[in-house]
């Protein structure tokens, strides 16, 4: 008889981050002391401005009433013209943000991604209950929010769009010296991760994910665990085999404080 005695672990998010930002890309000071106005497509405005290297202001206008945010930000540029900006944003009652921002100064256009992890009951409510009552399995909530830039937006405005293109694929990423995955795109809502090497080996598991192309052999992932609350988001450059973007979630299993990391990856696609 075989006896299987190791437990699969699912380590946490911030467990997860140590050293999983070696091959990130480095930060872009291109847009320090810029500002630009959101139009968006359903009719709200926001403004992002970027004081220094280290600070951006999230100003959100709805109704006649502004909600302003000073944060602290990442920013790259994956490629010319195109920048990825991510920061967190908190306030009042109001449940703590991810607000990740797809930039295109080229075509004048954004998409706004805004994540939300789930508080502590959320957390603990049976994914068989989730099935009952037909809730998404992961408890992170997600948008995607198309915006015009310092233009209102109108039917002439570009957007970046849904794709189909991934889908079949299988692609390892390395993101560590020890850290290695794979993934595997099934159809137009789920993909499969599988940890080759590093914390996780032998881990996998299937998820929501989303999908939208950028450019040509360049597309934006989303993806939202169930075990464990995760919001994973990426610039996959199939051109030149990278990926960048970052993962956000708990620091540890409970609610509580989170972890928000920038990632990047050597990627390779493999047959499938």
Known sequence: MIEHSKKPEYISVGELSVGFSEHSLAPTHELEGSEYTFYYEEGKITRLTFIDSEQVKWVIAVGGSEQ?????????????????????????????????????????????????????????????????????????????????????????????EETTELIGKRIEFVYSSKDVYEHIYLNEKMYTWHCINGSEKGLCDTDRCFYYKLDDEFYLFVWMEKVIPTLGIVLEDLKAMRSYGKIYGYESHDAGTTANFPVGSYAKEKQS
């Open 68 to 160: 302003s945010y000073v944060s602290f930000y990442n920013a790259v540029s994956p490629r010319p013209h195109w920048y990825f900006i991510d920061f967190i944003i908190e306030g009042g009652d109001e449940a703590k943000q991810s607000v990740s921002i797809l930039l295109n100064l080229r075509s004048n256009i954004a998409l706004v991604i805004t994540g939300i992890l789930p508080g502590a009951a959320e957390m603990q409510i049976p994914i068989i209950q989730r099935a009952k009552e037909a809730l998404p399995l992961s408890s992170v909530t997600c948008s995607f929010e198309h915006a015009s830039i310092d233009a209102p937006f109108t039917a002439l405005t570009p957007r970046c």
